[in-house]
């Protein structure tokens, strides 16, 4: 079955800390990935996209994220945290046919000053 | 990206009861989804609304109790019926212009009694 694992429910960082949070997913056959960003008291936002080509993409605000495919992952990353980086973070996978976003259970980000 | 609004943001219903939530994007859009993110957990697929035919329902969502109408390009909506506890949930509308990428909208938060 196709399916989206965070396995970082909450992380708390210190300001200026490096950010990893973990995305693994279950799908067959050819996939897009995706990171999108809820802050608090706002809409989900797309953070940065995979379809193809690099594995290493770049996203808004300093974000970027890894495909390893043989690993079936797609981390998220950020050398350098601020508070305003506070939020929730939703993995999300598609299949390249397909409109269908499966998400992950998702990652509390507190960042404190 | 589009601009998406949605109404009610909130509302508190009694069991029983029905609720419909609008959605509105500010240009034409060809796919339209709706969404559901139960407490604590993470966002499901209900179902794509179809401009001019009945909409496309995933797995363990019906018509029966999640109507969705789609009369034109720009505009959405869904129905809540017969609710129950079970139902308090964030409800998202979400568009696409392509298969790739979504943009979310604000959310409607439902509380049943």
């Known amino acids: 079955a196709q399916s989206v694992s965070q396995h970082n429910h909450h992380v708390i960082l210190s300001e200026a800390a490096s950010l990893e949070l973990g995305c693994n997913y279950s799908?067959?056959?050819?996939?897009?990935l995706f990171w999108y960003v809820q802050y608090p008291g706002q809409h989900l936002q797309l953070l940065l996209k995979y379809f193809s080509g690099d594995p290493l993409v770049k996203g808004i605000k300093g974000f970027e994220a890894e495909f390893i495919k043989s690993k079936f992952s797609f981390n998220l990353r950020k050398p350098s945290v601020q508070w305003s980086d506070t939020a929730e973070y939703f993995c999300?996978?598609?299949?390249?046919?397909?409109?269908?976003?499966?998400f992950g259970s998702g990652t509390r980000l507190l960042v404190r000053p | 990206s589009a601009v998406i609004s949605q109404k009610p943001s909130r509302d508190i219903c009694q069991r029983g009861t029905s609720l419909t939530i609008q959605c509105q994007v500010d240009?034409?859009?060809?796919?339209m989804f709706w969404y559901r993110q139960q407490p604590g957990q993470s966002l499901t697929l209900i179902a794509t609304?179809?401009?001019?035919?009945?909409?496309?329902?995933e797995s363990g969502f019906v018509i029966d109790k999640f109507p969705i109408s789609r009369p034109n390009l720009t505009f959405s909506t869904l129905t809540v019926s017969n609710m129950s506890p079970e139902d308090s949930s964030i409800y998202l509308c979400?568009?696409?212009?392509?298969?790739?990428?979504?943009?979310f909208g604000p959310g409607t938060r439902l509380t049943v009694l």
């Open positions: 240009s034409q859009v060809t796919m």
């Open positions: 979400s568009v696409g212009d392509s298969y790739n990428e979504q943009f």
């Open positions: 999300a996978a598609q299949g390249d046919s397909s409109y269908k976003l499966i």
């Open positions: 799908y067959g056959g050819t996939v897009n």
């Open positions: 609304a179809n401009q001019g035919s009945e909409a496309t329902y």
